[in-house]
């Protein structure tokens, strides 16, 4: 695959809940490498395009395409193959409740990788570390804060080191010293594995800090795909009105 090449590939998904359509029509690509991070309203449609990436929702029409095949189309089998490469970090973090931390974190380790389980339990610990959280292997996920379980749900998604990682609000609830421990571990993904990113986030400053591009969901549809620069300097009435209302907001 070139350096250039879209690793994620969405075009023409339309996707409608009962009577309500939620995406009317979304085109988007993602370049292999890159963080992008989709911004819009609450509601809008942005955690069902990630579910879509992965294939946990099938859209009603077009086509979202991962590494040139198109995972509408495929079976549970194939999902299951396309999903080792596939890392996703929930809104809620969806830990499994019954299980510790280091069982969560090892799951996907278990179920992608045939690692002796010496090398999962180093992994494990390596990995709450880089979160912040060293330790808390024995936990069980209802002791937990929300920002801790977001922090571990992201320390499993990260684990196997896959070739994409979706992010679903990853500093939301977190204080400022966490959200900046995030984004630099988000970074570190980046630069130092190489994998490519997509993000929500409802965190301007963060959008701004961790994004090689940034997209805008409005009506069911992606307005506009720029830079973090281009981003500042965009014309589009509603994108422009979504950002100063944050900014207000953030004042507060
Ligand atoms: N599985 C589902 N069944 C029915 N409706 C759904 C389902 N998933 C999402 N929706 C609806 O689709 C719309 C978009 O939801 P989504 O969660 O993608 O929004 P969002 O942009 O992520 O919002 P937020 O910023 O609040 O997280 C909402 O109206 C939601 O209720
Ligand atoms: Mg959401």
Request: charged letters at 25%; aromatic letters at 2%.
């Given at each position: 695959m070139s350096e250039k090449e879209n690793i994620i590939e969405m075009k023409e998904v339309y996707k409608a809940f009962g009577n309500k359509f939620v995406h009317k029509g979304i085109n988007?690509?993602?370049?292999?490498?890159?963080?992008?991070?989709?911004?819009?309203?609450?509601?809008?449609?942005?955690?069902?395009?990630?579910?879509?990436?992965?294939?946990?929702?099938?859209?009603?029409?077009?086509?979202?395409?991962?590494?040139?095949?198109?995972?509408?189309?495929?079976?549970?089998?194939?999902?299951?193959?396309?999903?080792?490469?596939?890392?996703?970090?929930?809104?809620?973090?969806?830990?499994?409740?019954?299980?510790?931390?280091?069982?969560?974190?090892?799951?996907?380790?278990?179920?992608?990788?045939?690692?002796?389980?010496?090398?999962?339990?180093?992994?494990?610990?390596?990995?709450?570390?880089?979160?912040?959280?060293?330790?808390?292997?024995?936990?069980?996920?209802?002791?937990?804060?929300?920002?801790?379980?977001?922090?571990?749900?992201?320390?499993?998604?990260?684990?196997?080191?896959p070739k994409i990682l979706l992010y679903d609000e990853p500093t939301t609830g977190l204080d400022p010293p966490n959200i900046s421990r995030i984004n630099e571990l988000i970074k570190t993904m980046r630069d130092k594995f190489g994998i490519t990113g997509v993000i929500i986030t409802h965190d301007l400053q963060s959008a701004y800090e961790i994004s090689d591009r940034i997209a805008f969901l409005h009506d069911g549809k992606i307005v506009f795909t720029g830079t973090v620069e281009e981003t500042w300097m965009n014309e589009i009435e509603e994108f422009r009105d979504f950002i100063e209302g944050k900014l207000e907001n953030q004042k507060d």
């Open positions: 988007l690509s993602v370049r292999e490498g890159e963080t992008l991070t989709i911004l819009g309203g609450s509601g809008g449609g942005k955690s069902v395009m990630l579910k879509q990436i992965n294939g946990l929702l099938k859209p009603d029409s077009g086509s979202v395409e991962v590494m040139n095949k198109n995972v509408c189309s495929m079976n549970d089998e194939e999902l299951t193959e396309v999903r080792k490469d596939i890392g996703m970090l929930f809104q809620g973090a969806a830990l499994f409740d019954s299980l510790t931390v280091a069982e969560n974190i090892a799951y996907p380790l278990i179920e992608n990788s045939d690692l002796p389980e010496d090398e999962i339990k180093e992994i494990i610990a390596t990995n709450l570390e880089m979160i912040g959280l060293p330790g808390i292997e024995d936990r069980y996920p209802n002791d937990l804060s929300g920002g801790m379980k977001k922090r571990v749900g992201l320390a499993r998604a990260m684990a196997t080191h």
